[in-house]
């Protein structure tokens, strides 16, 4: 089922119930992710945000440019439609309100929130 996409700086993002994908605009190169094979997602000060995943060579990762807030916006909320599926989640599928992702007009980064067993801020 399909929930949405964006497109931004060099990339199309496309989200679908099961799986996301990632598609360069200018090489036309694609990745394709299931939800449960993303471990989380966080902003970078750079201005995007950076997924991380899990592969045969353990966890690796790759930034999503945003060009600027409503960009970063747009990515962190189709992002989070599937937290829920993400293997360290921070946070639960009944607790996962798009509109509080935002404080003070600016998105909380709800990527530094603690994980249960885990001492450090997943980051």
Known sequence: VYLGHIKVQSDVIIASEKRLWIVNIKSKTSRC?????????????SGGV???FFSSKGVKSFILHAAGG??????YHLLSLRMDKMANSPVGKDAIDHDSMYVNCRLKDISTLNLPGFNNELR
């Open 50 to 52: 950076e997924v991380c």
């Open 70 to 75: 409503l960009e970063l916006a747009n990515i």
């Open 33 to 45: 992710l299931s939800w449960e094979e993303i471990s989380h997602f966080s902003m970078r000060e």
